[in-house]
């Protein structure tokens, strides 16, 4: 099943910039899922499973680093376009 989830990181420290663009370059890696990107959030589409692996491996990542960080996500289910497909 395609999903697509939209995820916001709001890291808890002053310096917050590195930490979301540190998220969104190690979820970029993973190639075989598709990303739309804009100023508050990144929506991540592909298989449910691949999907949840990826954000699970990289929130983990994000998390067991120095800085506190809340993680928003929202999960739309079934068939998903993109922007160009529209």
Known sequence: MKIAVDISLYPLTQDYVP?????ITRLAAHTDLEFEY???????RGEFD??????????????EG??????????LGGPVTSPEER
Not at 19 to 23: H, L, Y
Not at 38 to 44: E, M
């Open 66 to 75: 120095p800085d506190r960080a809340i993680l928003v996500m929202k999960v």
């Open 50 to 63: 691949t999907v949840f692996d990826a954000i699970k491996q990289e929130l983990r990542q994000t998390f």
């Open 19 to 23: 930490p979301i663009k540190d998220i």
């Open 38 to 44: 804009n100023a508050l959030s990144t929506q991540v």
